[in-house]
């Protein structure tokens, strides 16, 4: 609409999902839909809020503080709190529709939400990180509860600021709850949540290779990974526990890319952990002789033939320009461990070669698919707190490889069944995702009243009539 702020970040999410809708044949056999998509694209509830507080030396600094409730159609708002000077609202809303899907193909009862603040703990103590925590939750927490909106964790919010938060909130309500995800193992956390999103990736794309009759999966396979946070992290040490060889990792500032036969090995990520934990850059690891640092540039272009991609930083990282690089190093199968992490036209050139070459195509999937295991496992922390109880590593695993390839199978089918092919065609991840994760909020919404077709207000008219009728006679 016209007389709304420009919200880009927002309306490639929307278009993405629009586009893809369109293109099926959803519309044509379900034309209500279309009212459904209108309802939907409006947030339920945005709230924004100041949040004061005081740093090192005294001096009063505030910040703006965001919740957006988006859908709650099945079940408690669900989705991170991001902290970083980028945040605003175009950037909240994007995540929050795109949660709304990736949380329906998890398969768990979670509605979706997005929140944070223009907060930037770079540079700032651990006793100013606290006070920002503290000061956050006490505006927040009135806004959300375990059966009403259940933030999580995202860039710049790991354990140490979730545990600020909650017992924030504790002290705020006097209330001991599972408010938040991503909690410390003693006080109501979930074994695997922190590595949930990246090995639930690998995972995911492990049936993309299956599928596509690759035989050695993961074996051998040169794979490009971005970003050096929490997903990256737990997406590589699982390639390379599977025999994969990781050739980049990268942060805002530059990329690391492997010049030798070993490539990313499991200590220097071990050692990048730490670093980030302490929030320092990619460009001060004093790496071996087995990797090389790039100032000022994403891996892609830089890491030569490649089979497998995954990035995992942060939205639009991949550009047209950088897909077709890709797809000129011989890349097949690329995975969003990010939300949007690939533009639109990016997707394009995606979806081209799938069509054009078929089976030796590149294959791409999107992030609400692909990286939903990171919200499924906070799914699984919140069941665990409602009965108050832990359940193994391997319990929590192997849901989470059920959850992943239940998203797969979701997308997967969902597109042969909506999206037309041709002959050898692999089918379009990214559409049937979007069409799964749509219908199955657009169905609850309709059932509880959220919207309505034509067809329905006529049958409601019609019954009045005759209620009205009878009742007279």
Not at 122 to 147: H, P, Q, T
Request: with cysteine.
């Amino acid at each position: 609409m016209s007389n709304l702020p420009s919200e880009p970040e927002f309306e490639q999410a929307y278009k993405e999902l629009y586009y893809t809708l369109e293109n099926s044949t959803l519309f044509k056999k379900n034309p209500e839909y279309r009212t459904a998509l209108k309802v939907i694209s409006i947030p339920e509830r945005v709230i924004q809020f100041r949040v004061i507080w005081e740093d090192d030396n005294g001096d009063l600094q505030v910040n703006r503080g965001y919740r957006v409730q988006f859908n709650s159609a099945l079940g408690p708002y669900k989705g991170g709190l991001r902290l970083h000077p980028s945040v605003n609202l175009s950037i909240l809303k994007f995540l929050g529709f795109e949660q709304i899907f990736k949380n329906a193909l998890t398969g768990l009862m979670m509605g979706g939400g997005k929140g944070g603040s223009d907060f930037d703990p770079k540079g700032k103590s651990d006793n100013e990180i606290r006070r920002f925590c503290v000061a956050f939750m006490r505006e927040l927490a009135r806004y959300i509860g375990a059966d009403t909106d259940v933030p999580a964790g995202d860039i710049g919010v790991g354990g140490r600021e979730i545990g600020y938060m909650f017992g924030a909130y504790r002290r705020e309500r006097n209330k001991f709850t599972g408010v938040l995800t991503g909690k410390g193992l003693h006080w109501g956390g979930s074994l695997i949540r922190p590595e949930a999103t990246g090995f639930g990736l690998v995972y995911y794309v492990g049936h993309m290779l299956e599928y596509a009759g690759v035989t050695d999966g993961w074996k051998g396979k040169r794979v490009s990974i971005s970003g050096s946070g929490n997903v990256a992290q737990y997406a590589a040490l699982k390639v390379i526990e599977l025999g994969g060889k990781v050739v980049s990792l990268s942060d805002s500032k530059g990329s690391l890319i492997a010049t030798g036969d070993a490539g990313v090995t499991p200590e220097d990520i071990a050692a990048i952990a730490e670093l980030k934990l302490n929030r320092g850059s990619l460009s001060d690891y004093s790496h071996k002789d087995n990797l090389k640092y790039i100032d000022g540039v994403r891996p892609w272009t830089h890491v030569g033939k490649v089979d497998i991609a995954l990035p995992s930083a942060t939205q639009n990282e991949v550009s047209k320009e950088e897909a077709e690089a890709l797809v000129a190093a011989g890349c097949k199968f690329i995975a969003e461990g990010s939300n949007m992490g690939c533009t639109l036209e990016a997707i394009e050139v995606f979806e081209n070669e799938r069509k054009e070459k078929k089976g030796d195509a590149i294959w791409y999937a999107p992030g609400k698919a692909a990286n939903c295991g990171g919200v499924a496992v906070s799914g699984l922390e919140m069941s665990q707190n409602s009965q108050r109880l832990a359940w193994t590593k391997e319990e929590v695993d192997n849901k989470l490889k059920e959850i992943m390839k239940c998203a797969f199978f979701q997308g997967l089918n969902t597109a042969k069944e909506y999206v037309e092919a041709t002959e050898g065609e692999f089918p379009s991840l990214v559409a049937g995702s979007n069409i799964a994760g749509f219908v199955k909020v657009a169905r609850a919404m309709k059932e509880t009243g959220d919207w309505w077709d034509n067809q329905l207000n006529k049958e409601a008219a019609d019954a009045e009539v005759t209620s009205d009728s009878g009742f007279a006679a």
